[in-house]
């Protein structure tokens, strides 16, 4: 049996005992819709990989098996949905065993093990459907990255209870560079499951039943390390939420990374922490005792709300459906099953509050997470939180021109008086409006927002001859001859010696 153990994320599960738990006994209440699953393999052709287990030097496009939950249409064959058999016939594909027989499943992977109480897990009923037709109209994303090396489908049951509730999933495994094991949590790693989940979030918009719009992402241990680095490369995620992720524990690894940049880190962020780690684990692990109190990430943030969750009854493995289920239990750490399952619950159900709140904007859901667990109904005891809120940043040019290129570029002066007076300290430089107004005006399809980029620039720099002047070229390029003799004859009043628009008056009366 492979056990792959990630020091400092995976805690040693030494002095175990089994569990005892179940999927109706964790008790999540599903939402309004019905769920469909599927599974399919698409490949990166930029990317070359080798099937570890065959033992030769071949070399093929990436794969990337993708598995996908969401809303679908009512069905009453209950007969019909998935197990959690059915469920694990996935994992023999992705660990690239896939004609392994069922039989040997809880001996030969990681996270699993041949128990009585593991084995009753299998026949067990999800709320899944498999490959059920998606309803027709649209739902936000939420992109997941699993933790070191582990299966797209480790927190199915999540998932499920996300996709019954308006939201579609969508994960891949987390794999090695060029094989499926990783190298040791190395920065190489969080950068090629990042590409992974970069991966994942191109593919969403093939499907019609995704708003784009609206997308989250969401990983456990390792996972949540390669979704920072994954939000301060792309500006078109909308939150992310960190399920106990090495973002807390292994910073250093993110700092590495040539795409690490904090100020571009600017969304909604939520991490769900476990138990602290008792003194005992700590020595004869070997475990460092700040990784119970240190958490950079969340100190070093500034652009972005942030919300920092610990759960008194949770252990790091118990953060995944795999891991309630199928985790050897620690005695030294770990709380009854009881109170692991309801843990696990209100984590989901946390979970369902944020991502309500950030890609839905439910009033609800809002408060919910701006309230304190004291005013939600909870103790304390079972949870505690600290929140920390943004800053506002420096609105720059750049910023401006969003709006700007958001309204088409149309009534500019308006919108430059009503942001400078939210943003006094907002520079708009001659030479920037100058450069994008005749960008825009040298293409035919854009040459009115063209001339009014250079008309406001004009209306900040009024005795600009150059501006002027880069208007009537606008003017003149696109052949409206009077605007442009106006403008030229502007700009020669305000510099006699412009001798491009001396030139060009002569060019026009030929």
Wanted: with cysteine; aromatic share 12%.
């Amino acid at each position: 049996m492979r056990k792959i153990i990630l020091v400092t994320i995976i805690l040693l599960q030494v002095c175990s005992m089994k569990g005892q738990t179940s999927l109706k006994e964790i008790g999540l209440k599903a939402g309004k819709y019905e769920v469909g699953f599927k599974h399919y393999t698409v490949n990166d052709s930029t990317r070359n990989y080798r099937i570890h287990n065959e033992f030769n030097n071949r070399l093929i496009k990436r794969p990337i098996p993708i598995s996908i939950w969401y809303p679908t249409t009512k069905t009453n064959n209950i007969s019909s949905k998935l197990t959690v058999l059915d469920y694990l016939q996935v994992l023999k594909e992705e660990e690239e065993w896939k004609n392994l027989p069922n039989y040997f499943l809880l001996d030969w992977f990681k996270d699993l093990s041949n128990t009585p109480e593991n084995k009753a897990h299998l026949t067990e009923k999800t709320t899944a459907f498999l490959n059920s037709k998606p309803l027709n109209e649209e739902f936000p994303i939420v992109v997941y990255a699993p933790s070191y090396q582990a299966s797209s489908i480790e927190n199915f049951s999540l998932f499920e209870y996300l996709a019954s509730n308006g939201f579609v999933v969508i994960s891949s495994p987390s794999r090695g560079t060029d094989t499926r094991w990783l190298e040791g949590a190395t920065t190489k790693d969080m950068e090629t499951q990042s590409r992974d989940v970069e991966f994942l979030i191109k593919e969403i918009h093939s499907y019609k039943n995704i708003d784009s719009e609206k997308v989250a992402l969401m990983g456990f241990s390792f996972g949540g390390l390669s979704n920072a680095i994954t939000v301060m490369k792309n500006k078109n995620i909308s939150a992310v939420v960190s399920l106990d992720g090495a973002d807390r524990y292994n910073y250093p690894v993110l700092e590495k990374s040539p795409f690490f940049n904090l100020d571009k880190f600017v969304i909604p962020y939520i991490h769900f922490a476990q138990e602290e780690i008792p003194k005992e684990v700590l020595t004869n692990d070997k475990i460092p005792e700040e990784l119970n109190y240190k958490f950079q990430l969340y100190d070093s943030l500034k652009y972005s709300n942030v919300y920092r969750y610990r759960f008194h009854d949770l252990t790091h493995s118990y953060f995944s459906s795999f891991g309630v289920l199928f985790a050897d239990r620690d005695k030294r750490q770990d709380k009854s099953d009881e109170k692991i399952m309801a843990s696990y619950k209100l984590l989901c159900q946390h979970t369902l509050q944020f991502l309500n709140a950030t890609l839905k904007n439910e009033e609800n859901a809002i408060d919910f997470i701006e309230n304190s667990v004291v005013e939600n109904g909870f103790s304390e005891t079972l949870i505690s939180k600290q929140t920390k809120k943004a800053i506002e940043k420096d609105f720059i040019y750049k910023d401006f021109n969003d709006l700007a290129y958001k309204q088409d570029y149309q009534d500019l002066i308006s919108l430059y008086k009503k942001t400078i007076a939210e943003y006094p300290n907002l520079q708009l430089q001659e030479g920037m409006l100058n450069m994008l107004g005749l960008r825009l005006s040298f293409n035919p399809n854009k040459k009115e927002q063209g001339y009014n980029v250079i008309l406001l620039a004009l209306h900040l720099y009024p005795k600009s001859a150059n501006l002027y002047d880069s208007l009537a070229e606008a003017y003149f390029y696109n052949k409206d001859y009077p605007n442009a003799i106006i403008n030229y004859e502007k700009s020669l009043e305000l510099n006699p010696a412009n001798q491009n628009a001396i030139d060009r008056l002569k060019q026009i009366k030929q």
